[in-house]
């Protein structure tokens, strides 16, 4: 069994950066691939970003590339998630995900774990 913590949300102005955190129990979680996605009111629960097991594979969501960095430490089950220029669009409640395989995945269904969330909101 895997928890997901997340961490590290808040409100900042467009433009500005946050660093998600999500840290993990299980001696497992080393070996799970896992994911950020992301719920804006009224809208489905969304793939921003997602890594595998290793760190060496990652995929971001075209709205995310180039401005958000999905990255790992698996000696501390931690995974990151940096936001750099953020727009208003980007305001969502941010939920990190692990999957009980290795390889990357982007659907909701491939994963298996969830955290509770953390509320990213970006003023204009």
């Known amino acids: 069994q895997v928890q997901l913590e997340e961490s590290g949300g808040g409100l900042v102005q467009a433009g500005g950066s946050l660093r998600l955190s999500c840290a993990a129990s299980?001696?497992?979680?080393?070996?799970?691939?896992t994911g950020w996605f992301r719920q804006a009111p009224g809208k489905e629960r969304v793939i921003a970003a997602a890594?595998?097991?290793?760190?060496?594979?990652?995929y971001y969501a075209d709205s995310v590339k180039g401005r958000f960095t999905i990255s790992r430490d698996n000696t501390n089950n931690t995974v990151y998630l940096l936001m750099n220029n953020l727009k208003p669009e980007d305001t969502a409640v941010y939920y990190c995900?692990?999957?009980?395989?290795?390889?990357?995945?982007?659907?909701?269904?491939?994963?298996?774990?969830w955290g509770q969330g953390t509320q990213v909101t970006v003023s204009s």
């Open positions: 890594i595998d097991w290793s760190g060496g594979s990652t």
């Open positions: 995900s692990a999957r009980k395989e290795t390889t990357v995945a982007r659907a909701r269904y491939e994963f298996d774990y």
């Open positions: 299980g001696r497992t979680f080393i070996r799970y691939a």
